[in-house]
């Protein structure tokens, strides 16, 4: 059920031809080859794949949290505000993270410290970025708090992290990320550790902060379900690169690359009676040793002998909507 | 988040690094810790065959005689008929020079031997009994080599049996064995080994006794820690449901999986039983005389550093020094090596 | 037992092979620590019913939390009941001989959701497969051997993976092995917790066809514990919904994905992720968090939370309505 966003052409992040590469035992690992995408103000943005398709990395590198070495983002441009963060010095990148650009991950347990009280740990993220005096930042927090329907947050800020349940810690980890009115929110599967009924909670919570202060999401996830629900448009990643880019309807009518079309037509469907879950037989490539040209060629039910040769380019399947298949060529 | 690097390994690009790795690459192997052990063990196999000389037998004149490299005093004395009481150092009785010139008179300057000159007989000395330094040490290492292996193998297995049992019944089995452990902290260990020598007398067995006494809770809590976490391990859960006996599941299941953990903490406690060996035979409380242990040497030579004769405590105690530091090297080796989970311990 | 016993006649599809009565779990909770006094009970399961056919599967569906793996858990007799039976061809199994027990230990196994934590990292694929055999059947090695190898060829694997460890397999490889050592034994029922929820979304459909395959062609019931309502509508024939211990609503799977009627039913459904982003879902937030099973509340568990909640459901806690046949929940709405 994705909303429909007012069309809104103000670009708040801009990624082009980014390129994060691991040094390993086993060779150059290219987690993230060549991607390029941009993000609009108040849109959400899906970033899907199965593990180790990049998709994690591509969150590390827009928060250049990429650890070095091993890793080290090799070329390209991430764009936001103005501002290349690719060329950004760490100090400067400080006053960025957080504030500009801010991310949720999916651990509620390890995101928070156990040692220091919620209230404290959201007034930090506040005086870190913003510079007001003392007593405000306490309530600044508290709205935070709120905001996030945090039951009873004056009380709660006393807490620690272990006195609440995952919901609730959830929450806190998505105050934080919200606490400074950040332009872009990345969320990386926020919502794996939770149940059904709780991430619905959840996911609502996160609509409704975006329609209030029109900030971009991008989410991270492996599950087409968060993509049907919050996403407007979507990018199908693979083997360290984006195999479709388009909107969420594009994406579910139309899916134009094969790895897209087998994927939606494996997942078992709520609202119909399936007899039998198309299967995509095999696993993906090991990164650190693709497969001269397409990386999908070998699972690919459609494969031609140019497949195995070079890359495809992307082709413009509709207006905004891309896939890099030979099919389409 | 970063589930995606794991496992991947670090090729580093700065200097700083290359230095890290440089050194890494020669942690690989503890080439230094390896060869001293290994010369403890083949020292210990092969005492009789390697020996110059019997370890606990030696002749009076060869007494306190310095390793081989150092070489003796002579001095210019007064043969005289009776020593005088002020200047006893520079004279010698004519009974005495006889013996070492038949032709001296009273009255003669004779040139004398003060100390004696180490010879290659005696590679690193004698003791004050005349007894080889190097022989007793090599047969040193084969009592700690003995003590080391009956105290692992018995202290190791009760340890072992308890650690399997608290973890995997729980309840107040676990709470009695672990009531123990704490009990054996409180215990002073060097007390109790004094009072058994005193009522019981010295003997070998005794002192292994104590040694299994203090080293199997180190065990019983590493195999326990362990087991809690590997009980609770689907696999455990899925032989249970296929019907398992226990003996199955702990012999089958469990215990390979805290091999690991035992082979890293036996070649630590092997340092500190070594060491403690050699602490209560310093004390008399050890391997009876006169079979040669590091720590009973120590302690016949320390009276006799004073007077300059310092070889006979300084070589058992270097070797004490160099296996133990070998030991736990080779130890913190070996968790890297099998277990980065261990790192953070201790 | 020897391998005849693969070609024994099983029973018809749709018979019943195994009934749950009135099954409950507490669990007493203690205080103090050397005098220790109960203080409570979680009641962790609280007096469910369920049938198990030969041939199909029951989904159980629910948050964490509700009950549903202390109920696999008893299933498997890791857990003993604190109250209640299981039937099983009519035999109480945890209060019956060791024979009858220990025919049941080998007719009902298991696949955990871990597939990296349910294979013994220290033993060959080929022992770990045998295992069962060597537990339970008295044959000779040779022949043990010779059904592994068959075991491997049902799961989609080759011969030659028998003498490789687990840690060479990925994620869905390693299922792969932990159903051929599941079918091992020709279990009549196969306990599936969660089994595809930590595999790659490309690799759950090959193991879910796989295990309707396996259904198929060796006519065993599963009881499928599983969060995900999509995963359940395609594996399951019958659907068990559970909230704190109980079972709130049970029905065949069409008519609880058409026709759920159960308020917590319906906010389960809601709260779903759609399979479209044009799919039609009635939007029902459920307020707070699930009680806990050591204070649940009284009268209905669910009434604190329950949109529909009337006066009387914070008393009375609704007895079984049966609403078509096969359907029943516990509601006072029917």
């Known amino acids: ?329 | 988040m970063a589930a995606d690097l794991s496992g991947i390994i670090i090729a580093p690009p700065t200097t700083m690094a290359r230095a890290a790795g440089a050194y890494r690459k020669f942690r690989r192997w503890p080439v230094i810790p390896l060869f001293l052990l290994g010369l403890v063990v083949f020292a210990g196999l092969f005492a009789p065959l390697i020996s110059p000389h019997n370890p606990e037998k030696g002749e009076l004149k060869d007494r306190n005689i310095p390793p081989a490299w150092l070489g003796g005093e002579t001095a210019l004395k007064l043969v005289v008929e009776r020593l005088s009481i002020n200047d006893r150092g520079s004279q010698v009785t004519l009974r005495d020079a006889l013996v070492i010139n038949p032709n001296a008179k009273v009255g003669d300057q004779l040139v004398i031997v003060t100390k004696p000159a180490g010879s290659t007989k005696f590679l690193l000395g004698t003791d004050h009994l005349g007894r080889d330094v190097l022989s007793r040490i090599i047969y040193g290492a084969r009592i700690s080599l003995i003590v080391s292996i009956v105290t692992l193998g018995v202290g190791g297995s009760i340890g072992v049996v308890l650690g399997l049992a608290a973890g995997y019944y729980g309840g107040w089995v676990d709470e009695t064995l672990m009531r123990l452990v704490d009990i054996k902290l409180a215990i002073p260990l060097i007390l109790i080994a004094l009072v058994l020598v005193i009522t019981l007398g010295q003997s070998l067995a005794i002192i292994v006794t104590v040694l299994c006494l203090f080293i199997w809770p180190r065990f019983a809590r590493q195999v326990r820690g362990e087991v809690l976490q590997l009980k609770n391990m689907d696999y455990v859960s899925l032989a249970k449901v296929s019907g398992a006996s226990t003996a199955r599941i702990l012999f089958i299941h469990i215990f390979p999986g805290t091999i690991n953990t035992l082979i890293v903490v036996a070649t630590l406690q092997v340092g500190i039983v070594i060491l403690l060996e050699s602490t209560l035979s310093f004390l008399g409380a050890g391997v009876p005389p006169p079979t040669p242990a590091w720590g009973s040497m120590v302690a016949d030579g320390r009276d006799k550093l004073a007077g300059g004769v310092w070889w006979i405590s300084t070589f058992p105690g270097l070797a004490i020094m160099l296996t133990v530091v070998s030991l736990n090297l080779f130890g913190d080796w070996l968790r890297d090596k099998l277990d980065p989970r261990l790192r953070q311990m201790e | 037992m020897t391998t005849t016993e693969s070609s024994r006649s099983r029973s018809e599809v749709g018979q019943v092979l195994l009934e749950a009565k009135n099954l409950k779990k507490y669990f007493p909770v203690t205080k103090g620590l050397l005098i220790s006094k109960v203080t409570g009970h979680i009641k962790a399961v609280d007096d469910i019913s369920f049938q198990l056919r030969a041939g199909e599967t029951l989904g159980v569906v629910g948050e964490s939390g509700c009950g549903k793996s202390t109920t696999a858990k008893m299933m498997l007799m890791l857990e003993t009941p604190t109250e209640g039976s299981i039937l099983f061809e009519g035999q109480d199994v945890h209060h019956s001989s060791a024979a009858v027990r220990k025919s049941y230990r080998s007719s009902v196994q298991a696949v955990f959701q871990d597939p990296w934590s349910s294979l013994n990292p220290r033993m060959r694929v080929k022992d770990i497969i045998a295992e069962p055999m060597v537990i339970n059947w008295n044959i000779s090695h040779a022949e043990q051997q010779e059904r592994v190898m068959k075991l491997l060829n049902d799961v989609g694997l080759n011969e030659y993976h028998s003498n490789l460890f687990p840690h060479e397999f990925s994620g869905g490889q390693r299922q792969r092995l932990a159903i051929a050592r599941a079918l091992a034994l020709n279990p009549r029922v196969i306990v599936l917790d969660e089994p595809v929820s930590a595999l790659d979304v490309s690799i759950r459909a090959q193991i879910m066809n796989l295990l309707k395959d396996l259904q198929a062609e060796y006519n065993v019931a599963y009881m499928l514990i599983a969060h995900d309502l999509a995963t359940v509508r395609y594996m399951c024939d019958w659907v068990a919904v559970m909230y704190l211990g109980e079972i709130v609503e049970l029905s065949p799977v069409h008519e609880m994905y058409t026709n759920p009627s159960h308020p917590y039913t319906k906010a389960l459904m809601s709260a779903a992720l759609p399979s479209h982003p044009d799919m039609e879902q009635e939007e029902i937030i459920l307020q707070g968090e699930v009680p806990s099973p050591l204070n649940p509340p009284s009268g209905c568990y669910f009434h604190p939370r329950c949109p529909a909640a009337m006066d009387r459901c914070a008393v009375d806690k609704p007895g079984r309505t049966e609403l078509a046949p096969g359907h029943s929940l516990t509601c006072h709405l029917f």
């Open chain 1, 1 to 329: 059920m994705a909303t429909e966003t007012r069309i809104n052409t103000e670009t708040v992040l801009e990624v082009e031809d980014l390129r994060t590469y691991f040094r390993t035992r086993w060779g150059t690992v290219k987690a993230v080859d060549g991607i390029s995408f941009d993000l609009r103000k108040g849109e959400t943005l899906g970033i899907v794949g199965e593990s180790g398709c990049g998709k994690s990395v591509t969150m590390l590198s827009l928060m250049r949290l990429i650890p070095t070495p091993p890793g080290r983002i090799v070329s390209g441009k991430i764009i936001l505000d103005g501002d290349d963060l690719v060329q950004l010095s760490e100090n400067e990148l400080g006053k960025i993270r957080g504030s500009k650009i801010a991310l949720i991950i999916q651990d509620p347990m390890t995101s928070l410290n156990p040692v220091f009280t919620i209230g404290d740990q959201v007034e930090e993220a506040i005086k870190i970025h913003q510079d007001i005096p003392k007593r405000s930042v306490m309530e600044h927090a508290l709205q935070v708090l709120r905001k996030v329907n945090i039951p009873a947050a004056e009380s709660r800020m006393k807490d620690y992290p272990h006195q609440m349940s995952g919901g609730m810690r959830q929450r806190v980890v998505g105050a934080i990320g919200i606490s400074c009115q950040p332009k872009v929110l990345i969320a990386d599967e926020p919502t794996t550790s939770l149940d059904v009924t709780i991430q619905a909670q959840y996911l609502k919570l996160l609509k409704d902060l975006q329609k209030d202060s029109d900030m971009s999401l991008i989410f991270i996830t492996h599950d087409f379900g968060i993509v049907a629900k919050m996403c407007d448009r979507v990018a199908v990643m693979y083997a360290g690169r984006i195999v479709e880019h388009g909107s969420v309807r594009d994406i579910f009518n139309n899916p134009s690359h094969p790895y897209t079309a087998a994927l939606l037509a494996s997942v078992p469907k709520m609202d119909v009676d399936v007899d039998r879950l198309f299967s995509i037989e095999g696993q993906p490539p090991p990164l650190h040793n693709l497969p001269v040209g397409c990386s999908f060629a070998d699972r690919c039910p459609v494969v031609m002998d140019k497949c195995r040769e070079a890359y495809p380019n992307r082709s413009t399947v509709s207006d905004g909507h891309t896939a890099a298949c030979w099919k389409l060529e």
